[in-house]
């Protein structure tokens, strides 16, 4: 079964980076787009950045300049790099990825890395 596993979150201060990764394994026959959300306590899960198949990347407004999203597909990997980090950015964060399998995509989550900024 196919599987996304995470890694990377932890405790930070203010101003400080981390690097999330998230790596597919499985029966995988092709990975298309892939992307990284967010959801803060009392707040909905939202979107924070995606990469295609070929590269094209989008943004959350609020973390543009600040988070760099990437992929090595030969890894079936996953990257999100978090520098200047702010409180606000605290929440746990969950890796997503559509698959295939049998040449029949999926959508797939990874089970979630707790980010923490504060002081």
């Known amino acids: 079964q196919v599987q996304l596993v995470e890694s990377g979150g932890g405790l930070v201060q203010p101003g400080g980076s981390l690097r999330l990764s998230c790596a597919a394994s499985?029966?995988?026959?092709?990975?298309?787009?892939m992307g990284w959300y967010r959801q803060a306590p009392g707040k909905q899960r939202e979107l924070v950045a995606t990469?295609?198949?070929?590269?094209?990347?989008n943004y959350l407004d609020s973390v543009k300049g600040r988070f760099t999203i990437s992929r090595d597909n030969a890894k079936n990997t996953v990257y999100l790099q978090l520098n200047s980090l702010k409180p606000e950015d605290t929440a746990v964060y969950y890796c997503?990825?559509?698959?295939?399998?049998?040449?029949?995509?999926?959508?797939?989550w990874g089970q979630g890395t707790q980010v923490t900024v504060s002081s």
């Open positions: 997503n990825a559509e698959i295939a399998e049998y040449k029949y995509p999926l959508d797939y």
């Open positions: 499985g029966r995988i026959f092709r990975i298309n787009i």
């Open positions: 990469i295609t198949n070929g590269c094209s990347t």
